[in-house]
């Protein structure tokens, strides 16, 4: 039988891992989340080290899957593969010449950042 369990992490890396071992206590045996990089990557250990499969839908950090967990997987290119493409389609197909990159210093945003401009920079 499949019981959906929703909630909410707050987008917050404490209250996602609290949540993460509140699941794990309760048994869960797949976590389709957490949404961002930020809550995923701590809240994936704990889950690792449970053997609970998590599925986050939108992770871009690298870090998520370079940790080699084996119950961790993706569903979305990381930030390094989005900000290659994204620069190179500005530079190749829209013919941009000059761009500002805007960094939220989030773990999903700056990794985003840094490879668009290092991509766009070369």
Known sequence: ????????D??????GTQLAQKLVD?????????QNSGVSIPASKI?????????????TNPVLTLQGYK????????DAQQGRALAGYAASDLKVKTVAV???ATACGHGFA???EKTAKS
């Open 102 to 104: 805007v960094d939220d």
């Open 1 to 8: 039988m499949l019981v959906i369990d929703p909630q909410d």
């Open 71 to 78: 119950v961790t997987y993706r569903l979305v290119g990381t």
């Open 10 to 15: 707050g987008a917050d890396p404490r209250q």
């Open 114 to 116: 840094d490879q668009f």
């Open 47 to 59: 889950y690792n080290d449970a053997g609970v499969t998590m599925i986050p839908p939108s992770a």
């Open 26 to 34: 309760d048994g869960v045996v797949a976590v389709v989340g957490h």
